[in-house]
């Protein structure tokens, strides 16, 4: 017998997400953005949009589940609409 794998969640798409730096200084509202581009990617149009520096990299906290997201995975697969993400410091350890 194979191993069970839970089904992929479908992608929302378009989405509207509320995202603020990891300060909580500034808050913004985002709409129709693609579901299905990476979650790396949106992280950095974020920061972008959010003043932070991009030429560093950045990852996704989604604040409703306490989780970081996958950098790799469609941003509409992981979360739910009007989710409210922190753009946070991506760190590389080793």
């Known amino acids: 017998m194979g191993a069970v794998h ?4 479908p992608v929302i798409d378009p ?11 500034k808050l913004i509202e985002m709409q129709g953005i693609d579901g ?5 990617d949106v992280a950095q149009s974020l ?3 959010l003043n932070l520096p991009t030429n560093s990299p950045w990852a996704l906290r989604d604040e409703r589940s306490a989780r ?6 469609p941003l509409g697969q992981q979360i739910e609409q009007d989710a409210r993400l922190t753009v946070i410091p ?3 350890l080793g």
């Open 47 to 49: 920061a972008g949009e």
């Open 90 to 92: 991506r760190s590389h």
């Open 15 to 25: 989405l509207r997400v509320f995202a603020e730096d990891v300060t909580s200084n």
């Open 68 to 73: 970081m997201l996958d950098d790799d995975l």
């Open 36 to 40: 299905h581009r990476k979650a790396s």
């Open 6 to 9: 839970a089904p992929e969640k």
